[in-house]
């Protein structure tokens, strides 16, 4: 929770405050860190959405007894102790019109173009992977609070999540991946995912800027992470120049749905692997091992 404020204080603007409260009896909680976070960082940039450039962000952290809700995606009724993690905002809020189809893939309020309706669809299937649940709050034009809901661990019935290690016990993948992405809140996650994998990473928002550093000391990477849709370079772009100084160096492009890039084309362009946006952490653990295979 406290690296989701530091994060968040780097991608909001400085004219939303933004608050923390930890309770420091909180139990923990068996869920994968990564994916967590990811699903912590959607619903903080939704709250940035909402509020336009002014309000107020709180990240909180508590337990909770005895709760009895409705888990707002999956309809479950549920009850007793669980640990609450909070994202809340003062922004416009969610009509009730539109919020039984908030958790749905591609929906969004956005206009045609800006939003790609996916940040809650990936939150809910997060959370309920790591066996959590959802409820939310919201008061048109006051605000919203999310609450994401996960059982305490309990030591006698921990589960064991997926570890970034190979049935052997070697990392995925080692070495240091030159990462870019013009999103910063899309390269965080990018770069925490491939972090938990093994790897060392070297972040850009800024392709051009990435090439540079790439030109310094080529060596200093084992293999590039880019999107592909980016201002001033495309991803496609980027992995030309660098194949021109390196033929070989291995590249994962993540692109999102409307790119020209596909499945069938991307080994013309002198891709590895090729992912689809939001990459999930599965699928870039597969490619991962398969890439270190
Ligand atoms: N904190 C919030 N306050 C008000 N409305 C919200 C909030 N979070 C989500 N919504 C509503 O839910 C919709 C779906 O959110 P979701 O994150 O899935 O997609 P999006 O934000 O529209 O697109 P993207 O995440 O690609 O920018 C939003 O378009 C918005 O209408
Ligand atoms: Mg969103």
New binding site residues.
């Given amino acids: 929770m406290k690296e989701i404020t530091r994060l968040a204080r780097s991608i909001l603007p400085s004219s939303i405050l933004i608050e923390e409260k930890i309770d420091a009896d909180t139990p923990p909680i068996t869920a994968d860190p990564v994916q967590v976070h990811q699903a912590l960082m959607?619903l903080c940039?939704?709250?940035r959405?909402?509020m336009a450039n002014k309000g107020v962000l709180t990240i909180r952290l508590e337990p909770r007894r005895n709760l009895e809700f409705e888990c707002e995606s999956c309809r479950c009724k549920l009850e007793g102790d669980w640990v609450d993690l909070q994202v809340e905002?003062t922004?416009?809020?969610?009509g009730p019109e539109?919020r039984k189809q908030?958790f749905e893939p591609f929906?969004?309020?956005?206009e045609p173009g800006k939003?790609?309706?996916?940040?809650?669809?990936v939150v809910q299937g997060v959370v309920h992977q790591n066996h959590g649940h959802i409820l939310v709050e919201s008061e048109p034009e006051r605000g919203?609070l999310f609450h994401l809901l996960f059982p305490p661990a309990n030591e006698e019935t921990e589960t064991e999540f997926s570890s970034p290690l190979h049935g052997d016990g070697r990392p995925l993948q080692d070495g240091t991946a030159l990462v870019v992405d013009d999103e910063p809140a899309v390269l965080a996650v990018t770069c925490a995912m491939l972090e938990h994998a093994g790897l060392n990473t070297v972040a850009f928002h800024d392709a051009e800027e990435a090439l540079a550093r790439f030109r310094r000391n080529p060596k200093d990477f084992d293999m590039v992470v880019t999107d592909q849709t980016m201002p001033r370079m495309t991803g496609v772009e980027l992995i030309r120049q660098i194949h021109q100084v390196r033929p070989h160096l291995p590249v994962i492009l993540c692109t999102g749905f409307s790119d020209h890039v596909n499945e069938e084309n991307a080994a013309e362009f002198g891709v590895t692997a090729f992912l689809r946006k939001p990459v999930e952490l599965e699928t870039l653990r597969q490619v991962l091992a398969q890439m270190a295979d």
């Fill in positions: 959607n940039v939704n709250a959405d909402a905002d922004g416009h809020g969610i539109i908030i929906f969004t309020t956005k939003g790609t309706g996916m940040g809650l669809s919203t």
